[in-house]
């Protein structure tokens, strides 16, 4: 009998770009592999999950993509190559610094003479330089590669093609899942074609649980590689538990947990060993300090440890 996860695969048809996309991951992988260097995919945002298939009204899953975007920028500085799997417009790695009318607002038209240009205002110039100095880095050294998801069946799908890609390079290849995915779905051969009616009353809507992919993603698909999962609650009583359930189940090396109110300045490292906090004082929120920047610092040194012990093992 096929396993949950596999039905899913038979029965859900890929998103309509998937080849395209498996394409350029494979490229990437096979470039980056040849350099020998640490690979990270980020997942980033949330995933719908669709009530019609010609969608009008879906579920969706809360996130930003502060933690998956900002993280990925902390990944490169370190020097990882970046796969950076995310929700179409959620937040990205370096534009995420100007969102709304802030960008507008920074720039200068001058209208004076023959030709019209636009510049950076004086004042704004030592905020845009150095985000774009290291956004042109990234892009020149081509350390990163976006990919775009919006469904759940989407994201498995992408989740799975990556991981293909990833396994070759084994201990080396961190896989960092901060999207937020949904636990729900309609399967596809229970979803009505077209955009329900209300002229039919109410609807009654029945969500079934989504395989959990992390299983045959430890076990199988990328057995080798650094696995970080994120456990998000409401109920900071659970989070430890419920963290720590996931991890003995998957058998995977690190769960970071996060409470939703207070996901921007703690979270809760969980290890086969231990249990520990990592924060982001007041006076350092205020300084503009990032959480992910020591999140980061954290899962690099996990994944360096892990590292050795695998290389000394061999
Ligand atoms: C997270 O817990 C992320 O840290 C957040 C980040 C989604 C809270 P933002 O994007 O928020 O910065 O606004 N992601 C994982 C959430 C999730 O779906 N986890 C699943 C679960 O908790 C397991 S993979 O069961």
Known sequence: MASHWEE???????????????????EFCERHNKSNQRI???????????????????????????????????????????????????????????????????LELNERGPSTTI????????IVAPILARYKNAQETGRILYVTFT??????????????CLAAFEAKALLYLAAAVSDFYIPSNEMP?????????????????VPKMLAPLVSLWVPHAYVVSFKLETDDSILI?????????????LVIGNILQSRRYRVVFVT??????VILTREQMLNGLELEDSIVDNVIACHSDFLSAVTYKF
Request: aromatic share 12%.
């Open 8 to 26: 899913f695969y038979s029965t859900h048809l890929p998103p309509s770009d998937f080849e395209d996309n498996r394409k350029l991951l494979k």
């Open 119 to 126: 510049t950076v205002k004086p004042d704004c110039v030592d």
């Open 241 to 253: 538990t419920k963290a720590r359930d996931a991890m003995t189940k998957y058998k995977h090396k």
């Open 40 to 106: 990270v995919l980020v997942t980033s945002g949330g995933t719908t999950v669709p009530l019609e298939h010609n969608t009008v009204r879906f579920v969706d899953n809360f996130s930003a993509g502060t933690r998956g975007a900002a993280s990925a920028e902390y990944f490169l500085e370190h020097g990882y190559t970046v796969i950076f799997l995310h929700r179409v417009k959620s937040l990205e790695p370096f534009t995420r610094h100007f969102t709304g009318q802030m960008f507008m607002d920074m």
């Open 193 to 209: 074609t077209h955009k329900i009616q209300s002229g039919a009353g109410a609807p009654t809507i029945s969500l079934q649980l």
């Open 272 to 277: 086969p060993e231990n249990n520990y906090e």
């Open 151 to 164: 469904t759940v069946s989407d994201y498995f799908w992408l989740l799975r093609a990556a991981c293909e």
